[in-house]
Every structure is written in structure tokens, then in C-alpha cells.
């Protein structure tokens, strides 16, 4: 089969299309026909060698997968070949930028039916940080006030759907390039980043919030900053796991960095979401194993924009 790999951290240069030995499931796992992985910034990140996520070389990037059931492993019930699925993959193992994968049968969950199979691998990790920040962490509920900083982001998107069906009122940051979809998204204000600092910004904000979602890389201080802007006694949740989450001890604002999971009952209430129609799901663009280098590059630079999915076909 075909798969992106690297043999050695490095630049984006580094990946590689490669023939390789398809994969046998073993216990508990099942063999998925990918239909897409999807890149996400933590890719990037392993590749390059600076994310402490330990793989092993060669790797094939791509943790997040649609794909429909080829193999069955061992003691796999639930799951027939031809089915197709979603999934969170371990991110040490090799991934979903193949034509072929292994993945943990207790990770999988059945894809939602109401968009292309394809676009499905843009759901998984960045719908689960979400869900996840806002409900296991923050606790978020109906009637509380939520400022979710870099809500124009893949997670931000998903952030914004979720906290607005839950019944906050969702103060939200954005660029220009990135407000209209946030808006869409149900952001009852959005707060342009770039006209003046984020702090400037909540500070004309009328109260405080009950939760504060970080997305976004801040200066330590500026993050000290806006925490202010958090009631007595709550929450802020940040995904930026480099750099640690300010609290206010004083006024009971506790904080917590949101490292995702895969949790499949999690997972399968959102793609019920997805079917219902009360979350969208957004891909920018699909690429061929033979681009994925492209956008890594893109990542790199910092001129990527939105979510990519990536096919399993060599151009």
C-alpha cells in the first residue's frame, strides 16, 4: 500500500511516499480502508521533532481518520467489515496518511451519514478538544457567559457550535478574514484581534465571563492579563499545552490545560450532532498524500488556513 512517511524529524522535505506491507489487525483492533485522514498542527509538530509525542521511525502522520471497516481483529464485536467510521487514533502509532490503517476497535464510532465520508476525518480530534474543554473542564452550562480567544480556528469552530447549543452567551476572537464564520457559528459577539490587543478589547466587554476557552499562543502576560476578565470563581481552560494556564487563587478562578482523548461515546454524540444538524463541519480543502508535504510547508510558515483532509491517492 501507499503511505506518507518520514524516516527522520526535519522540515516538511521530510515526508516521503513509500510502499509498505499492508497492515494486519491484531486483538481488539480492526483494519480501516481510509477514505481521509486529516492534517492537524500537532502533525507539525512530531514531524518536525519539537512535539514530545514519541513515535516511532519511520512514522506515517494522521491521527484522525474516516474509513470504512476492511479487517477485523480478534475479539472485535460491534463492528462488521464494510462499515464506516470515525476515529481518534493513538497519536504514537502510525497513522491514517495511508491507503490502509490499524486502529483500536474502542476508538471507532459509525461516521455521520450527512456529509461526504471524506470530510468526516475533519471531526474527531479537534470536535473532541472542544467538547472536552468546554464540558469535562470548564463545566460550561446554559446561561453562563463564554470568551473563547482563537475561535476562528478548526477547534474555535467547533468550540463556538457547541458552547452557543449549550445555551452560553459566546463573546468570541476573530481576524476579519475568519468573523463571518464565527459568526455563523453562533457567536453572539465577535471581537476583531487585530484591530487592537485582545485584552484591549474584553475590557469594554459589560461583565465578566464564567468561562474563559484559550485557542490561541499569548504572551504570559497578556494571558495573566485576561484572566481578570473571569468572574470569582471560574474557569479557564487553555489547549495551548506549551505554555502553562494562569489561575486567580485569590478569587477562586481555577485553571486547566485540556490534553484530548479519544472517547467514543463522546465522539458518537457528536457525529449525531453532525446528522441532526446542529453542527456543521468545515474542510477548506482536500489534498492527495502527494500534497501533504505542501501543507505541512504551509504549517510551517504559518499561512495555513483551515482544515485540510487528506485522500489516500498518489497525484
Not at 486502529?103 to 468526516?120: F, G, H, N, R, Y
Not at 444538524?277 to 505542501?294: C, D, I, K, M
Amino acid at each position: 500500500m501507499k503511505a506518507a512517511r518520514f524516516h527522520q524529524h526535519g522540515a516538511p522535505e521530510v515526508l516521503q511516499i513509500d510502499d509498505v506491507e499492508t497492515p494486519a489487525p491484531g486483538a481488539g483492533e480492526v483494519r480501516l480502508r481510509v477514505a481521509a485522514s486529516a492534517f492537524n498542527p500537532a502533525d507539525n509538530g512530531i514531524r518536525a521533532g519539537f512535539l514530545p509525542i514519541p513515535v516511532t521511525l519511520p512514522h506515517t502522520p494522521g491521527y484522525d481518520v474516516s474509513g470504512t471497516v476492511d479487517a477485523l481483529g480478534e475479539g472485535v464485536d460491534g463492528l462488521t467489515v464494510g462499515d464506516a467510521v470515525i476515529g481518534f487514533l493513538p497519536m504514537t502509532a502510525p497513522g491514517a496518511a495511508a491507503e490502509f490503517v490499524v486502529a483500536p476497535a474502542e476508538a471507532l464510532v459509525a461516521a455521520p451519514t450527512s456529509i461526504a465520508l471524506e470530510d468526516a476525518a475533519a471531526i474527531p480530534s479537534v470536535a473532541l478538544t472542544a467538547w472536552q474543554a468546554l464540558f469535562d473542564e470548564a463545566g460550561l452550562a446554559a446561561g453562563q457567559r463564554i470568551l473563547i480567544t482563537g475561535a476562528g480556528g478548526t477547534v474555535g469552530g467547533f468550540a463556538v457550535q457547541f458552547a452557543k447549543r449549550a445555551g452560553a452567551h459566546v463573546i468570541a476572537t476573530a481576524s476579519p478574514r475568519s468573523a463571518a464564520s464565527v459568526r455563523a457559528a453562533g457567536a453572539d459577539e465577535v471581537i476583531d484581534h487585530t484591530a487592537s490587543s485582545v485584552l484591549e478589547s474584553v475590557e469594554a466587554l459589560d461583565a465578566p465571563v464564567d468561562v474563559l476557552l484559550n485557542l490561541a499562543p499569548f504572551e504570559a502576560d497578556e494571558f495573566t492579563a485576561l484572566v481578570g476578565r473571569v468572574r470569582d470563581g471560574g474557569v479557564v481552560v487553555s489547549t495551548t499545552a506549551w505554555m502553562p494556564a494562569p489561575d486567580d487563587e485569590a478569587r477562586n478562578v481555577r485553571s486547566v490545560v485540556v490534553y484530548v482523548r479519544s472517547d467514543a461515546a463522546q465522539l458518537a454524540e457528536i457525529a449525531s450532532l453532525v446528522d441532526s444538524g446542529a453542527v456543521r463541519v468545515e474542510v477548506a480543502r482536500r489534498v492527495t498524500l502527494s500534497g501533504l508535504a505542501a501543507v505541512h510547508a504551509e504549517a510551517t510558515a504559518g499561512t495555513l488556513r483551515g482544515k485540510v483532509v487528506v485522500l489516500p491517492t498518489v497525484d
